[in-house]
């Protein structure tokens, strides 16, 4: 290994002193009073600039009827887990369906529209409780008649059966329902806090941090429902190029009472944006007169054709009532591991909103009020 090589190395790059850390320092310097906004899996936070306390906003795991509905989203891949175990030559699948079957009908018995509306009271689903009651109970009604009858005959639990009697009775079309509530939920209170914010936008510096579901899944910024909702937040004003996906930045633990974690993670979440911007503008310096990169639209693929058997991305969503799309994206989040499994109809949820002027009581859920 030779000294001199290394020596020339360290000069540009792999030094606290080297001419890279220092251009990424200068420019820093020069962003510290622009917003820099901070999402990780759970929490987004606002950093001011120019030294102000930042802001936090929760939006996924503390808030009100998440897991209640994620609990019945997971209905389908769970009975279908039980199908695959058994395919395996799992014999667990028999105590294992046992034990689904009880907790389904306890919270079968425990639901009823009082509790949507009075206890999980989630505003954005205000005016829509006893839709949801309506389609828990259904949803937990066909899945103890389905484990009811495999019980009964373990030879009637096979892939055919789970799509022909289970979800093809209501219960991928609940699915989507459940997904869309979520997202439509966290794209209101996320517009809402992010409009109080007055947030200027076109200058906004934006770091999606750390692991955002699975380990594989939205790593770039139309496979992240985080970056879905920012954007859409904005309403068209935050530009593209300005929103990094980082899924080994540092994220903080957020509590309502305590900070201190927030605040001492800023200068190095600054860094880390103000680092990659600083080659980001080497381009221009380098390679004028080149063709310059820009962050390109994804153009979705219709299945509206029945003949339509493979896709490489999330199928265009063309209304609430397109369940051909919207149950093949249920099937897209599965096989593509770039998806997030929550987020398969983040991107619809937020447009919908944003139609809407972010009122969720003039949003249609797909497979709750449509057929």
Same mark, same amino acid.
């Given at each position: 290994? #030779?000294?001199?090589?290394?020596?020339?190395?360290?000069? &540009?790059?792999?030094?606290?002193? #080297?001419?890279?850390?220092?251009?990424?320092?200068?420019? =820093?310097?020069?962003?510290?009073?622009?917003?820099?906004?901070?999402?990780?899996?759970?929490?987004?936070?606002?950093?001011?600039?120019?030294?102000?306390?930042? /802001?936090?906003?929760?939006?996924?795991?503390?808030?009100?009827?998440?897991?209640?509905?994620?609990?019945?989203?997971?209905?389908?891949?769970?009975?279908?887990?039980?199908?695959?175990?058994?395919?395996?030559?799992?014999?667990?699948?028999?105590?294992?369906?046992?034990?689904?079957?009880?907790?389904?009908?306890?919270?079968?018995? =425990?639901?009823?529209?009082?509790?949507?509306? *009075?206890?999980?009271?989630?505003?954005?689903?205000?005016?829509?409780?006893?839709?949801?009651?309506?389609?828990?109970?259904?949803?937990?009604?066909?899945?103890?008649?389905?484990? /009811?009858?495999?019980?009964?005959?373990?030879? &009637?639990?096979?892939?055919?059966?789970?799509?022909?009697?289970?979800?093809?009775?209501?219960?991928?079309?609940?699915?989507?329902?459940?997904?869309?509530?979520?997202?439509?939920?966290?794209?209101? +209170?996320?517009? +809402?806090?992010?409009?109080? !914010?007055?947030?200027?936008?076109?200058?906004?510096?934006?770091?999606?941090?750390?692991?955002?579901?699975? @380990?594989?899944?939205?790593?770039?910024?139309? $496979?992240?429902?985080?970056?879905?909702?920012?954007?859409?937040?904005?309403?068209?004003?935050?530009?593209?190029?300005?929103?990094?996906?980082?899924?080994?930045? @540092?994220?903080?633990? &957020?509590?309502?009472?305590?900070? /201190?974690?927030? %605040?001492?993670?800023?200068?190095?979440?600054?860094?880390?944006?103000?680092?990659?911007?600083? $080659?980001?503008?080497?381009?221009?310096?380098?390679?004028?007169?080149?063709?310059?990169?820009?962050?390109?639209?994804?153009?979705?693929?219709?299945?509206? *054709?029945?003949?339509?058997?493979?896709?490489?991305?999330?199928?265009? %969503?063309?209304? @609430?009532?397109?369940?051909?799309?919207?149950?093949?994206?249920?099937?897209?989040?599965?096989?593509?591991?770039? !998806?997030?499994?929550?987020?398969?109809?983040?991107?619809?949820?937020?447009? #919908?909103?944003?139609?809407?002027?972010?009122?969720?009581?003039?949003?249609?859920? @797909?497979?709750?009020?449509?057929?």
């Amino acid at each position: 290994m #030779s000294a001199e090589f290394l020596r020339l190395f360290a000069t &540009y790059t792999a030094d606290p002193d #080297s001419i890279g850390r220092k251009l990424g320092r200068a420019v =820093a310097d020069r962003a510290r009073d622009e917003p820099l906004i901070v999402a990780t899996a759970t929490d987004i936070a606002l950093y001011p600039g120019g030294g102000r306390v930042p /802001t936090v906003e929760g939006f996924r795991l503390s808030t009100r009827g998440f897991k209640e509905l994620t609990a019945i989203s997971h209905l389908g891949p769970a009975v279908a887990s039980l199908v695959r175990l058994r395919d395996l030559g799992e014999v667990s699948w028999r105590e294992d369906a046992k034990r689904l079957l009880t907790e389904v009908k306890a919270t079968r018995a =425990a639901n009823n529209t009082e509790l949507w509306r *009075d206890r999980i009271a989630v505003e954005a689903y205000r005016g829509k409780e006893h839709e949801i009651a309506d389609m828990v109970d259904r949803a937990c009604a066909v899945t103890t008649h389905y484990l /009811t009858t495999a019980l009964a005959d373990g030879e &009637y639990l096979t892939p055919e059966t789970l799509r022909r009697d289970y979800l093809d009775d209501g219960v991928s079309s609940m699915m989507v329902a459940t997904f869309f509530l979520v997202s439509l939920d966290i794209c209101f +209170r996320v517009t +809402r806090w992010l409009t109080e !914010q007055e947030v200027h936008w076109e200058r906004a510096m934006v770091v999606v941090a750390g692991r955002q579901g699975r @380990p594989t899944a939205g790593v770039t910024w139309n $496979t992240s429902s985080v970056a879905t909702m920012i954007l859409a937040a904005s309403r068209g004003r935050l530009p593209l190029d300005r929103v990094y996906v980082a899924p080994h930045a @540092p994220t903080f633990s &957020y509590a309502p009472e305590d900070l /201190t974690e927030v %605040i001492a993670l800023e200068e190095e979440l600054r860094a880390l944006w103000c680092g990659t911007r600083a $080659t980001v503008e080497l381009g221009e310096v380098m390679f004028a007169g080149y063709p310059r990169y820009a962050p390109g639209g994804l153009t979705l693929p219709d299945v509206t *054709d029945r003949g339509v058997a493979v896709v490489s991305e999330m199928p265009a %969503i063309h209304s @609430p009532e397109d369940m051909r799309a919207l149950v093949t994206r249920l099937r897209v989040v599965l096989e593509d591991p770039r !998806q997030l499994l929550s987020s398969c109809v983040t991107d619809f949820a937020a447009a #919908s909103l944003a139609a809407a002027g972010n009122d969720p009581t003039q949003v249609v859920v @797909p497979g709750l009020n449509t057929p």
